[in-house]
């Protein structure tokens, strides 16, 4: 991280507020710190931060109107902070336009990988733009329509290509199941999850993954799918 | 978690499982009635056992649990020959009177729990002291139990067609079946074989002609000409049965066509040719598919008729009942208006009355059925004459010749009055005319009907005349006198003497009545009152005793909750414990005066309360020798209602009370839970992030540093599992946990579980094994995650840090089975349901990593049950070396149909 990434915490609890502080200071980052929803909002304006760490349980706005607000008028990458077991506050969250959540407790490893998958999105070409995704031996070259594994071309539907880039634009962002079934399928298709298993499971077998132990798509329980890393 | 384990042989879950099943449809089959195939026939003979064997042979065949209950084989091979291979029920033997007799066996047949009995000749009686009277009833009981049952009946035995087949065939039959049982019948069967067949088998000897009976009978029963008229007697019953069954299709399909029909009341009365009135009423009902009330009006007669007489009435409104009639009992001082006036206001159509000529000493009577007629306008009135030869077993005037009973002691005081009017009026010989001393006498003979009723005042009236005459008219005591006009002076003085006297007797007993009734209705009012004023079952029993057993000079005992009130009169007679264990089961009345259990000393009658039992009240007469009228139990049942809805109220209130203190403390323990949780996370959040941080720093840091903070950090997993389970637990127990159901394919979230816990995991083995192609199933997939999850970290918490854990799943029928198996070391024996208890985590055993939270199965179960699974533990076989093989979690998932 360059001395300029500048992260935007906004919490209520002081401990968690000093916490973030002196981790990601360690992590050569800068924290701009908010007690309110309120203060959040005016300080993403006016301090223009690199990514905003939201808790939800803010006691004075509710999280998902913080979100919108912001989404009204930036595409500054946010990573919000839950509890455990509210799968649907995370899922609204993510679908709001949230890039990424974390649960409650959470260790700062987790803390720093998080925020640098944000900082990668939102340094990313966005939408139809061609690019190339490179991980552990799966290319995909969007310009030249081509997914190679291990050295060898995979030929897929274009379904299943359509899910893999999809996937990989977001690589390392958790993509929600409705979100997947809008960008796959478009708008019209009725909120039927079986096609996306039933798609998500040919298109680990022609990429040699195994759902036990995946090596590229990662299956979040309740949430949706991501791609690693 | 904290289970220790020990290695021993369980029992073996799968059969485990398939005994759950299997009383899972015992249960089912307990609350759905069985149903009731009745193989008819006209005449015996026709092959109705024949057919109902060889249907039950076919249903064996198929896989039925067939049983035998009681069939009568008569010794034809035939029949023999297809009992071969059945199962049979033992008869049961009944000591009737030192004859031994043999009879179905009903509570072994209810024990056996077959799926279907077969119980030939529905009409039969039992033997006294069977439960009870008639098979048809024990049929009744077996259906109830969800038994179905194969039946064999002859159109004579029907109720309705009785008489009929009487006057055609000559042949009394007494044994016979209500027609309501005969029409709720699932399925009858007509088994129909011609005249001229059915003659030929008898000439051949194929028929069975009853032993003893009486030959000749039987020839004339076996003639060509009944023969048809039975055949077709049957053939109409059960063209009119299929008429009724299409009625209520329609009904069912939105054409009530049965509605429309007539509506007939028939009268009831004493008379024993109400008998004749009802059957004919039934089969009017019937053909024209009415409703149909069986009407008996407590007029003043009502009070006239002796016991035979009530009894009569009470019975022949029974029969009119078992018939498919309903009841009705009107009051009221003048029969025909009074009936024409209820008719009219209830929208029947139509009357049946019985008819009468009036006696030779009631010239001017006019009887009911006449008054019918021409007060009944627009209503059709059928009037069955009962002059015939088979109707006078009645003695009618000696039902008349009831007010004329009173006990001797009433006459004579009768008398008395006359010599007290004579000791009155005699001081006033000759100071007054004779005329006025005649007043005397009709006062007494008013005040001996007032009090004595109407036989003594007749004799008052009568006695009155020579003494008037003897005491009071010159030449004085002597019977003669000077004045003919004094012929028209006794002539009206006892004309009057006897009408005033008999007006007034009938005044008395009208005021009689009333004062029954209104002290009937007093007994209600105040028990109301007194069950209203009261609170708890305890005393509500001891209130409904004390205000029965006193006015009606009975032993009241009410049985509800398992406990008996009063407790003193639980007399350890096992017929009246029976016959109350009989009414818990069956809902229904039994005891004295009933057809279940007659012979018991009380009567007892179930306390429903919309249709939830909640007790048996029962009436013991202090004589023996009563027998309650059908007013009497009419009565009790109003009683029985009211104290019901009483005890259900009582109910209703403690489990209002105990559910809101129990929600009270359901919510505070959530409240204090879930803050509990918050205020913990907080703290935790920031410990886990700093010293997550220090260890990125490791090294920087003295050795020595590392080593502890590595040990803050366990710990703080630790409590962090902790909380969570907290957590979780709180939204389980308050039913606020929604499941977010989604198709899954289970192996998508054991890999994000086996992500989870690769923390913990050491140098322990985690292997997968996958049986076949596992069809997807609708899961909350974060909660289904949160079991493997759980149920991994308990694997680690029991094995060795070398451990080997399997994760198996296999497709079981209609659902998924996941078996999460260890070899550390085992549960321990009794352990296996308990360690899914919240807070439960057994005894530590060698473990290092002690300290589980006693919730982690707990969540599994709450997860798993509410997904329709079910989650068990059990030990693994040993493989014989004497190492511990560990124990395995099994949980299973229903697979979704609708996704394919």
């Avoid at chain 1, 974390?102 to 990668?120: D, H, N, Q």
């Avoid at chain 1, 274009?158 to 478009?186: C, D, M, Q």
């Amino acid at each position: 991280m360059t001395e300029s990434t500048r992260i935007l915490s906004i919490e209520d609890e002081a401990d968690i507020r000093k916490f973030l502080r002196s981790t990601l200071g360690a992590n050569a980052m800068t924290v701009i710190e908010a007690a309110t929803g309120k203060e959040g909002l005016q300080k993403v304006t006016t301090e223009n931060p690199d990514v905003v760490l939201l808790d939800l349980g803010l006691p004075d706005m509710d999280g998902m109107d913080i979100i919108r607000q912001i989404r009204e008028w930036t595409r500054t990458p946010i990573i919000v902070i839950s509890a455990r077991g509210q799968e649907r506050d995370k899922i609204e969250a993510l679908e709001l336009g949230a890039d990424d959540y974390l649960t409650k407790p959470f260790a700062s490893g987790e803390l720093i990988a998080r925020i640098r998958v944000a900082l990668r999105h939102a340094h990313r070409p966005p939408g139809d733009q061609p690019f190339v995704y490179d991980y552990d031996n799966l290319v995909i070259d969007t310009a030249a329509r081509r997914v190679r594994l291990d050295g060898e071309d995979v030929h897929l539907t274009p379904i299943e290509y359509k899910l893999l880039t999809v996937l990989a634009r977001n690589s390392g962002k958790v993509l929600t199941h409705s979100f997947l079934l809008n960008a796959v399928w478009g708008r019209h298709v009725p909120d039927n999850q079986t096609y996306l298993r039933i798609h998500t499971q040919h298109l680990r077998e022609k990429l040699k993954d195994d759902a036990l132990n995946p090596r590229f798509i990662v299956t979040e329980p309740g949430i949706g799918y991501r791609l690693k890393p | 978690m904290n289970e220790s384990r020990r290695s021993e042989g369980r029992p073996d879950p799968d059969k485990l499982l398939a005994l759950v099943a299997k009383s899972a449809e015992g249960d089912e089959g307990k609350s759905a009635r069985g149903r009731l195939k009745i193989f008819f026939g006209s005449s015996a003979g026709v092959g109705k056992t024949f057919a109902m064997l060889s249907e039950a042979r076919v249903r064996q065949k198929e896989g039925r649990d067939v049983v035998v209950g009681v069939v009568e084989h008569h010794g034809r091979q035939e029949t023999l020959a297809l009992i071969e291979g059945l199962p049979l029920l033992p008869l049961l033997e009944i000591d009737h009177r030192g004859v031994k007799v043999k009879e179905f066996d009903l509570d072994g047949a209810l024990s056996r729990r077959p799926g279907l009995i077969l119980v030939d000749e529905f009409a039969h009686t039992n033997a006294p002291g069977s439960r009870h009277p008639k098979r048809w009833q024990d049929v009744e009981e077996l259906l109830d139990n969800g038994i179905d049952v194969y039946t064999t009946l002859n159109v004579q035995h029907l109720d309705s067609v009785n008489d009929q087949v009487a006057r055609l065939t000559g042949v009394w039959v007494r044994e016979t079946v209500p027609d309501t049982i005969f029409e709720a019948a699932d399925e009858i069967a007509l088994i129909d074989v011609s005249s001229d067949e059915l003659l030929k088998r008898l000439a051949e000897g194929k028929v069975y002609v009853a032993e003893g009976a009486n030959t000749r009978a039987a020839q004339n029963f076996f003639k060509k000409g009944n023969l048809l008229a039975l055949r077709e007697l049957a053939l109409r019953r059960t063209a009119e049965r299929v008429d009724a069954q299409s009625d209520e299709l329609s009904a069912a399909m939105g054409r009530d066509e049965a509605q429309v029909g007539q509506k007939i009341m028939l009268l009831v009365g004493p008379d024993p040719l109400t008998t004749r009135l009802i059957r004919h009423a039934k089969r009017m009902a019937v053909r024209g598919r009415s409703n149909w009330f069986a009407v008996y009006l407590q007029s003043d007669r009502h009070e006239q008729l002796d016991e035979k007489a009530l009894a009569r009435v009470e019975h022949y409104l029974r029969l009119a009942e078992t018939l498919g009639a309903e009841i009705v009992r009107l009051t009221g001082g003048q029969p025909a208006a009074d009936i024409v006036a209820y008719a009219r206001r209830n929208g029947f159509t139509r009357i049946v009355v019985g008819h009468r000529r009036p006696p030779w000493w009631q010239p001017f009577r006019v009887p009911l059925s006449q008054q019918l007629i021409e007060r009944g306008d627009g209503l059709e009135v059928t009037v069955i004459h009962g002059d015939r030869t088979d109707d006078t077993h009645s003695q009618p005037l000696t039902s008349r010749l009831a007010a004329f009973v009173a006990r001797p002691s009433d006459y004579a005081l009768a008398a008395g009055g006359v010599a007290l009017c004579t000791a009155i009026g005699f001081p006033f010989r000759g100071l007054t005319p004779s005329d006025n001393l005649a007043m005397i006498y009709l006062t007494g003979v008013v005040i001996v009907a007032a009090r004595l009723g109407l036989g003594p005042s007749v004799l008052a009236s009568v006695l009155s005349i020579p003494a008037f005459n003897f005491f009071f008219t010159q030449p004085y005591y002597t019977f003669n006198f000077y004045d003919t006009y004094y012929y028209v002076t006794f002539t009206f003085m006892l004309v009057t003497s006897l009408v005033v006297g008999s007006l007034t007797a009938r005044l008395s007993r009208h005021v009689r009545l009333v004062s029954n009734r209104e002290r009937e209705t007093q007994i209600l009012y105040g028990l109301t009152r007194a069950l209203s004023a009261v609170r708890g079952v305890d005393r509500m029993c001891a209130v409904a005793i004390q205000h029965l057993s006193g006015p009606f000079d009975l032993g009241v005992t009410v049985f509800t909750g398992g406990s008996v009130w009063p407790d003193d009169t639980l007399r350890a007679d096992m017929k009246e414990l029976g016959a109350v264990e009989w009414v818990t089961a069956n809902h229904r009345m039994a005891g004295r005066g009933t057809d279940t259990l007659p012979s018991a000393a009380g009567l007892y009658l179930p306390l429903l309360a919309e249709n939830e039992m909640l007790g048996v009240l029962g009436f013991t007469p202090r004589d023996a020798a009563r027998q309650f009228t059908g007013a009497e139990i009419l009565q009790f049942e109003t009683f029985a209602s009211l104290i019901a809805g009483a005890l259900q109220r009582a109910r209703r209130a403690d489990e209002a009370e105990s559910s809101r203190v129990d929600s009270e403390n359901e919510k505070l323990r959530n409240v204090l839970l879930s803050s509990l949780s918050h205020d913990l996370r907080t703290p935790l959040t920031v410990m886990n992030g700093s010293v997550s941080a220090l260890l990125r720093m490791r090294k920087e840091l003295p050795r020595k540093a590392v080593d502890e903070l590595t040990g803050v950090w366990s710990q703080l997993n630790r409590l962090q599992k902790f909380v969570g389970n907290l957590l979780d637990m709180a939204a389980l127990t308050s039913g606020r946990m929604k499941l977010n159901l989604q198709p899954y394919m289970i192996q998508e979230i054991i890999g994000a579980a086996l992500a989870h816990v690769q923390a913990g995991k050491e140098q322990r083995t985690l292997r997968t094994q996958i049986t076949g192609a596992l069809p997807m199933v609708m899961i909350d997939g974060a909660l289904i995650e949160q079991v493997f999850v759980n149920l991994i970290e308990n694997a680690y918490q029991h094995t060795a840090r070398d451990g080997d854990i399997l994760v198996r799943v296999e497709k079981d029928a209609d659902r998924l089975r996941v078996a999460v198996s260890d070899n550390g070391e085992g549960l321990r024996e009794g352990d296996e349901n308990r360690i899914f208890e919240q807070f439960q985590t057994g005894q530590t055993v060698s473990s290092d990593r002690s300290g589980g939270t006693g919730l982690g199965l707990a969540i599994c179960r709450g997860i798993v049950q509410a997904h329709g699974g079910m989650i068990y533990a059990r030990n693994n076989k040993a493989s014989g070396d004497g190492r511990p093989a560990g124990a395995s979690f099994i949980f299973t998932l229903p697979i979704a149909k609708d996704v394919s």
